[in-house]
C-alpha cells in the first residue's frame, strides 16, 4: 500500500453515499496516488446529499422568506447557493484570459489599480464660470484628479443666457457658458495640460469643444496633448435624456464629425462616452448594458460609413454607465459588457489592435437609487456603489452626493462622495488585486448569464435595424417607461424595499439638509457678462464665421474647424447652435407615455 | 345618479430639462386610475401648456419640475391662468426643495410632490382636486 496522503480528502463519506463512484474514485486514486481535488461528480453527488441530509430539514423548519424575490434586477434567478458545477463548462482563456487582454473580462489594464488607481472624478460646476473655477481648484486641492464639468440647461441646449427659453435655468444645473469668455474664466489658472476634463456635454459637445480646444491654444498647449471628455452621445439623448437639438441624422453627423475632428486634431481626447442614461429612466441592467453597447455598435457603423478606419477610431470610444445598489449584478454586468464588446469589434468590425477592442468605462455610482428620505442613508448605498464598480475594474468614477435628491451638492455632501472613493482606495483592500471576485462560482455565472441577457436584447434591436430605427419609432421609449413602471409598481406592493421608504419608512418628517443655492442675481450677471462679450468683439468677424459654418452645415464638410473658428471670434453657444437649427431644424418628441 | 364624466387631465414638462421618467410613470398612473391623460412632452412652453389646457378643457395640470426653475414656472403658470380666468388647479411634482413650497402655494398651486411622496397619494389628491374643478364647472354650465 502507498503510504496515506498527508491531507485527506473526506472522500471516505461521499464515496460511502454514492456506492457507484467508490470503485472509480479508488480507480482514481490507483492512478494519481496523493491528494486531488474533489471531481464534478463528486461534488454533484455530495450536493445532492447536502440537501437531502442537511438541507431540507431546515427547510421544512424554515423555509426561505417568501417576501423576498430571488431574482436580480434583470430577472436573472438567483440559486440558494453556487458550486464548482455553475462553473464546469467556463472556459478559463476564452471566457475570462488575462486583464489587458482579449476578451479583457477581467480588465483592460494588465495591472488595474496596482499601477494606477482610476480617476476620482465628481461632476461639478455651477453658476457662474467664477464659481466653477473656484470649485475646480478646491477639488483638485483635496485630492481630485480629474474635472468633470456640468453645464446648465440652455448650454447644454444651445440657448444663450439671454434667450426667451433660458429663464429660470442659468447656472441651476450646471456653469452657463455663452461664449469662450466663461470657458477661459472656468480654467483660469488651471493649465489643460495638467488635467483632464470631462464635459457631460451632448447637442452642444461640438462648440464646448471648440472651446476648450482654443483655450489650450491660448495656453499654448499644444491640442494634441489635451486629454479629456465631451459625452458627445445624442442617441441615448433621444432615448432617455431628453437634451437633444436637432433631429437624429444631423445629430448622427455631428457626433462622427467631432469622432473624426478628434482623431485627426486631439488624439488624446476621447471624442464621445457612450452613455447608459436609460438605466436611470427605467431600464433593467441587462437593457442598460445592451442599449448602451447598441448605440455604440449604431456609432461603429456611422464611422465606418464616414470611411473612417475602425483601428482609427475605436480605441478613442469612451463609455459611461451607472450604478445602483444591486451589488453583485452590477460586478456581472461591467464583466459581462467588456466580454461583448471585445469579440463584438474583434469579429464583427474585425478591429486589430486590442485598444480598439477595450470598454473603457466612466460610471457614476447614486442616480435613481438615491433617496430623499432620510439623505444619510444615501451614503452607504454609495459606498456599496463604489466597492461595486471598483470591484469590477472601471475606470473612472463619479460618487454623486447623498442630497442628490434635494439639489446639486453641497460642498460636504461633494466632498463626502470624495471621501467614499478615497477610502475605498487606502482603506480597503479591494484595489490591491485585479478583479478580486473573478473565480467566484456565483459571479462567473452570473457574468455568463448577464451576457446572455444583454445578447438577447443587443438582437432584438438588430432586428429592429438597430437603434436608430428603434428610437425613431418609439420602441424603445416605450420600453423604458414600461420597465419605470414596473419598477414603481415593485416599490409600491413592497416586492422591491428601499429602506426608509417602503421598509421602516420614518414617520418623521423628511431630515432638511443644507441646500446648495444658487444666487437668484446670477442670471442677470450673467445676462450682462453675455452682453459685455458681445459689445467687446468683432462683429464682422463673427457674421462672417456664422456664414462659413452655415454654408458648410448645408455641404457635407466636417463642422468642428468652421466651429473652432466662430468661437475663437467668440460667436455665442446660442449663435452657433441657431445657426444649426436654421439649417437642420429640430427634433419632434415623442409624447406617449 | 348621472355617471360623471372622464376626468382630463394635462401632465406637463415645462422647462429645459429633459428627465421625464417621473412624469411618464405620473401620466401612466393616472391613466391607470381611469382617468384621461394627455402628456405635453418635453420642453414644453409655459403659453402653450395653459393654452392647451384651456382648449382641452382639462380638470387639473400636473407640472413635473427637476431643474430648479419651478419658482419661474409655477409662477409664470399661475399667473396665465388667473389672467384668463381659466380656475383649473395646478399641482408640481419633482425637485421642488420645501422652502420654496410656500412661495408656490401663495401663487395658488394646489399641491406640491416629491420623491417621498406615494404614487397612491398623488393620485388620490389629483382625483380629489379633478373631481372638485370638474363639478364646479358643471355647475356653473
Known amino acids: 500500500m502507498a503510504t496515506p496522503p498527508k491531507i485527506s480528502r473526506p472522500d471516505v463519506s461521499r464515496a460511502a453515499s454514492r456506492d457507484e463512484s467508490k470503485a472509480r474514485v479508488v480507480a482514481e486514486d490507483a492512478k494519481a496516488p496523493g491528494p486531488r481535488p474533489a471531481t464534478l461528480d463528486e461534488i454533484r453527488a455530495d450536493r445532492e446529499r447536502w440537501e437531502k441530509e442537511t438541507l431540507a430539514p431546515t427547510v421544512a423548519k424554515s423555509p426561505d422568506q417568501d417576501e423576498i424575490a430571488y431574482e436580480t434586477r434583470s430577472g436573472i434567478p438567483i440559486k440558494r447557493i453556487y458550486t464548482p458545477e455553475d462553473t464546469a463548462s467556463l472556459d478559463y482563456l476564452m471566457q475570462l484570459g488575462w486583464p489587458g487582454e482579449y476578451p479583457f473580462t477581467r480588465g483592460i489594464y494588465p495591472t488595474m489599480y496596482r499601477g494606477k488607481t482610476w480617476t476620482m472624478r465628481q461632476y461639478a460646476g455651477m453658476g457662474t464660470a467664477t464659481e466653477t473655477n473656484a470649485r475646480f481648484k478646491y477639488l483638485l486641492k483635496e485630492g481630485q484628479t480629474g474635472l468633470s464639468v456640468a453645464l446648465d440647461l440652455p448650454t447644454q441646449l444651445g440657448f444663450d443666457s439671454d434667450a426667451p427659453e433660458a429663464e429660470g435655468e442659468v447656472g441651476k444645473v450646471g456653469v452657463a457658458i455663452d461664449s469662450l469668455h466663461d470657458m477661459e474664466e472656468i480654467f483660469n489658472g488651471i493649465p489643460l495640460d495638467k488635467v483632464t476634463t470631462s464635459f457631460t456635454i451632448n447637442a452642444t459637445a461640438p462648440i464646448l469643444l471648440a472651446m476648450y480646444r482654443a483655450v489650450a491654444d491660448k495656453q499654448g498647449v499644444a491640442a494634441n496633448r489635451v486629454a479629456g471628455t465631451v459625452q458627445n452621445d445624442l442617441l441615448k439623448e433621444f432615448g432617455s435624456r431628453g437634451a437633444w437639438v436637432l433631429p437624429i441624422d444631423p445629430s448622427m453627423r455631428l457626433v462622427v464629425d467631432v469622432i473624426e475632428y478628434c482623431c485627426k486634431e486631439m488624439t488624446r481626447f476621447n471624442p464621445i462616452s457612450i452613455a447608459s442614461h436609460f438605466r436611470d429612466a427605467g431600464a433593467t441592467p441587462a437593457e442598460e448594458m445592451a442599449y448602451t453597447l447598441s448605440d455604440g455598435k449604431a456609432y461603429v457603423r456611422a464611422c465606418l460609413e464616414r470611411g473612417m478606419d475602425v483601428d482609427l477610431f475605436a480605441p478613442r470610444l469612451s463609455w459611461f454607465f451607472y450604478t445602483y445598489t444591486n451589488f453583485f449584478e452590477e460586478v456581472a454586468k461591467y464583466r459581462a459588457g467588456r466580454r461583448i464588446w471585445s469579440r463584438m469589434m474583434k469579429e464583427e468590425f474585425a478591429a486589430k489592435k486590442p485598444v480598439s477592442q477595450m470598454l473603457r468605462v466612466a460610471c457614476v455610482c447614486g442616480g435613481h437609487s438615491l433617496q430623499k428620505a432620510e439623505p444619510l442613508n444615501n451614503i452607504a448605498r454609495l459606498t456599496i456603489e463604489t466597492m461595486a464598480v471598483t470591484m469590477a475594474g472601471l475606470q473612472s468614477v463619479f460618487t454623486a452626493a447623498y442630497d442628490e435628491a434635494f439639489s446639486i451638492p453641497t460642498e460636504l455632501a461633494a466632498k463626502t462622495s470624495l471621501r467614499i472613493q478615497q477610502i475605498v482606495n487606502y482603506e480597503t483592500d479591494v484595489p490591491k488585486t485585479i478583479d478580486p471576485l473573478g473565480g467566484s462560482w456565483f459571479i462567473e455565472s452570473l457574468t455568463d448569464a448577464m451576457e446572455e441577457k444583454v445578447l438577447e436584447v443587443m438582437d432584438k434591436i438588430e432586428k429592429r435595424r438597430g437603434m436608430v430605427e428603434c428610437l425613431r419609432s418609439g420602441w424603445l421609449q416605450s420600453q423604458i417607461a414600461q420597465r419605470a413602471y414596473e419598477w414603481e409598481n415593485k416599490v409600491k406592493t413592497g416586492a422591491e424595499k428601499i429602506v426608509g421608504v417602503n421598509v421602516f419608512a420614518s414617520e418623521e418628517p423628511p431630515q432638511e439638509v443644507e441646500i446648495y443655492e444658487v444666487d437668484p442675481r446670477l442670471e442677470k450677471s450673467q445676462v450682462e457678462r453675455l452682453h459685455r462679450a458681445r459689445r467687446e468683439r468683432d462683429q464682422a468677424a463673427v457674421s462672417g464665421a456664422l456664414e462659413r459654418l452655415e454654408k458648410d452645415a448645408r455641404g457635407t464638410a466636417n463642422l468642428m474647424p468652421a466651429i473652432v473658428d466662430a468661437v475663437k471670434v467668440y460667436a455665442t453657444t446660442g449663435e452657433i447652435m441657431g445657426t444649426l437649427r436654421k439649417v437642420f431644424g429640430e427634433y419632434q418628441p415623442t409624447t406617449a407615455f | ?141
Open chain 2, 1 to 141: 345618479m348621472p355617471s360623471e364624466p372622464r376626468l382630463r387631465v394635462l401632465v406637463a414638462k415645462p422647462g429645459l430639462d429633459g428627465h421625464d421618467r417621473g412624469a411618464k410613470i405620473i401620466a401612466r398612473a393616472l391613466r391607470d386610475a381611469g382617468m384621461e391623460v394627455i402628456y405635453t412632452g418635453l420642453r414644453a412652453n409655459v403659453e402653450a401648456i395653459v393654452q392647451a389646457a384651456i382648449q382641452e378643457d382639462v380638470d387639473l395640470i400636473g407640472l413635473s419640475m427637476l431643474s430648479g426653475a419651478h419658482k419661474t414656472v409655477g409662477v409664470r403658470i399661475t399667473e396665465l391662468l388667473k389672467e384668463r380666468d381659466a380656475d383649473i388647479p395646478v399641482i408640481m411634482g419633482g425637485v421642488i426643495p420645501s422652502k420654496d413650497h410656500d412661495l408656490l402655494k401663495s401663487q395658488g398651486v394646489a399641491a406640491i410632490f416629491g420623491q417621498e411622496d406615494k404614487i397612491d397619494q398623488v393620485v388620490a389628491k389629483v382625483r380629489e382636486l379633478a373631481l372638485a374643478h370638474q363639478r364646479a364647472s358643471r355647475s356653473g354650465d
